[in-house]
């Protein structure tokens, strides 16, 4: 696989499920990202993690936990969710130093019920 | 208020038109970069622009970037149903870590 590739692409979760998104590059980057996007709402950053290292957490609510265990992998873990959680959450990762080069994975799309 | 805006929101044109998007900042740019998503998937990353005057393109797509205005336009010429999807800009607004996306544009393309 090449470029960063994230599953699952379509996730479906009762409010009181705990479920996790995943994302994986494989474009030897050290700095890995988490986006949502609402729809008709600008990109909002998540999350960073740089050399592994969490630096970014632009106050997103508990129920969003982030897992960064190696360079080449991101989980983000989801428990007890709202229905306005509901979004397509995207994955990217680039250099450190070069933030703007970022590569982006599909997304997941995610729908609380 | 959005750091960078850009208009219009939306745009639906025919197969074969001229546009322009155009993206604002609010405060100083140390570089602007656009990017084009599809429906549903990720960001594509399509060209940097970082002094001003400076002018890109890349197949039909034109981008400019005015320091002074704080302003970047992105131009598509003869466009095509390829071309649709939502158009994002992306800048650095100061020196720290923190990198800012615009408010997108959505583009339709008529055949």
């Known amino acids: 696989e090449t470029g960063v590739t994230q599953t699952p692409r379509h996730l479906v979760m009762g409010m009181t499920n705990k479920k996790s998104l995943k994302c994986e590059q494989h474009?030897?980057?050290?700095?890995m990202y988490w986006y949502k996007q609402s729809a008709k709402k600008p990109l909002e950053l998540m999350f960073v993690?740089?050399?592994?290292?969490?630096?970014e957490n632009n106050s997103v609510p508990s129920r969003f936990s982030p897992e960064c265990p190696n360079s080449s992998h991101l989980f983000l873990h989801l428990h007890t969710l709202q229905p306005e959680d509901s979004a397509l959450y995207l994955c990217?990762?680039?250099?450190?130093?070069?933030?703007?080069?970022?590569?982006f994975g599909p997304g997941t799309r995610l729908t609380v019920t | 208020s959005q750091e960078l805006e850009q208009s219009p929101q939306s745009l639906i044109v025919q197969e074969g038109k001229n546009l322009t998007i155009n993206c604002t900042s609010s405060?100083?740019?140390?570089?602007l970069y656009w990017y084009k998503q599809k429906y549903g998937e990720g960001l594509i990353f399509l060209m940097m622009?970082?002094?001003?005057?400076e002018e890109k393109s890349h197949e039909k797509i034109t981008a400019k970037l005015d320091e002074k205005k704080q302003q970047s336009s992105l131009h598509i010429t003869a466009s095509q149903p390829s071309h649709a999807g939502i158009y994002l800009c992306g800048a650095d607004l100061d020196t720290g870590n923190q990198f800012y996306f615009g408010t997108g544009t959505s583009l339709t393309v008529i055949p």
């Open positions: 993690y740089s050399l592994e290292e969490r630096v």
């Open positions: 405060k100083t740019l140390y570089g």
């Open positions: 622009l970082q002094k001003g005057g």
């Open positions: 474009l030897g980057h050290n700095a």
């Open positions: 990217a990762s680039s250099q450190v130093g070069s933030s703007y080069e970022q590569y």
